[in-house]
């Protein structure tokens, strides 16, 4: 019971905070969304995080659907991944494709079909990147320090509720 316990608060973490995320004060593009796409076990409920959100604030405009295949590398990167070293790696990749995925969507829905419109394109979005790759860093390596930290735990009854002392 403990493991289920500790397995399904886990993923309820992650999706909480990855949905206060997007409600809360952030700098653009730093956010614990694509950690919690690569990391999370429950694929479902990180789109369904995206799409909730995106619904209650207005977030659909015209090639959203782009930015979504973009936001659907991180968990098919997660996937492969099956190392910590692998997963150091592929992290980094995963924002790399999104940025190079949900752009050519603005580029296509936005700019002159032209080498010079992509060209533009990528390097406005530039900024937008390093935002994105620092939040999944940050985010991502915080995740597999804390998970680290957790496992060196002999009890992991620390996690769980207070529980009343037995009344002699």
């Keep these: 019971m403990k493991k289920s316990i500790k397995k399904n608060s886990k993923s309820t973490i992650i999706a909480v905070a990855a949905f206060v995320s997007r409600l809360g004060y952030l700098p653009a593009n730093i956010s614990p969304l694509g950690s919690f796409g690569f990391f999370g076990k429950n694929k479902w409920l990180f789109f369904a995080t995206i799409i909730i959100f995106d619904?209650?604030?207005?977030?659909?405009?015209?090639?959203?659907?782009?930015?979504?295949l973009g936001f659907a590398m991180y968990?098919?990167?997660?996937?492969?991944?099956?190392?910590t070293r692998l997963k150091l790696?592929?992290?980094?990749?995963?924002?790399?494709?999104?940025?190079?995925?949900?752009?050519f969507g603005v580029w296509w829905y936005w700019y002159p079909h032209t080498i010079t419109g992509l060209t533009t394109c990528y390097l406005l979005a530039v900024p937008f990147y390093?935002?994105?790759?620092?939040?999944?860093?940050?985010?991502?390596?915080?995740?597999?320090?804390?998970?680290?930290?957790?496992?060196n735990l002999s009890d992991y009854d620390a996690l769980l509720p207070l529980q009343p002392l037995p009344q002699p």
């Design 75 to 83: 968990p098919l990167l997660g996937r492969l991944a099956r190392s």
């Design 55 to 68: 619904w209650l604030v207005g977030g659909f405009y015209p090639g959203f659907w782009v930015t979504y």
């Design 89 to 103: 790696t592929l992290l980094p990749l995963a924002s790399f494709s999104f940025f190079l995925i949900s752009n």
């Design 130 to 151: 390093k935002q994105t790759l620092i939040g999944d860093l940050v985010f991502g390596y915080g995740y597999l320090l804390v998970k680290k930290c957790l496992a």
